[in-house]
């Protein structure tokens, strides 16, 4: 093996000769109130955020307690219309065949009435809606008859 001679260099660099100093400094007015700010901000949205989570319980809440009592209210309507069916049912049964029919007849009649009733209506809404077309097509009839003449 074959060693050669080997040559080292060194530099020098040249040092400040002022020492940095390791200690922190003192946050600046403007820093301080920045930080002040955020900390303030996020505890206000911190508040919000547990008031809306609140909100939100309350209602889930209200919402469970306000089902409740209506399927008890529905369960208590649905066998009160069970109750009246079968006794209705059993007073047709009794009932005799005359009240029936004076029954379907009074019945028949309340619809008859009421058919008649709602065909007046509704002549009398169609016939005021061509009064009034009509009077818009004098109106019309008569501006264009002005117009002629005044241009004769």
């Given at each position: 093996?074959h ?17 940095r ?12 109130r920045r ?21 939100t ?34 007073r ?18 309340t ?8 065909v007046r ?13 009509r ?6 009839v ?11």
């Amino acid at each position: 093996m074959h060693h050669m001679a080997e040559t080292t260099k060194t530099t020098t660099t040249k040092r400040s000769t002022t020492a940095r100093s390791t200690a922190r400094k003192t946050p600046s007015k403007s820093t301080g109130r920045r930080v002040r700010t955020v900390a303030k901000n996020e505890t206000r949205e911190a508040a919000q955020a547990n008031v809306r989570a609140a909100k939100t319980t309350a209602k889930q809440g209200r919402g469970v307690a306000e089902r409740a009592a209506l399927v008890s209210v529905g369960a208590t309507l649905e066998a009160r219309d069970r109750a009246v069916a079968i006794v209705s049912e059993l007073r047709s049964v009794t009932a005799s065949p005359e009240k029936q029919i004076g029954k379907f007849e009074r019945r028949g009649s309340t619809a008859r009435t009421k058919l008649e009733r709602d065909v007046r209506k509704a002549r009398t809404r169609l016939e005021r809606e061509l009064r009034g077309r009509r009077r818009d097509a004098e109106h019309l009839v008569s501006a264009a008859k002005e117009r002629v003449s005044a241009i004769a």
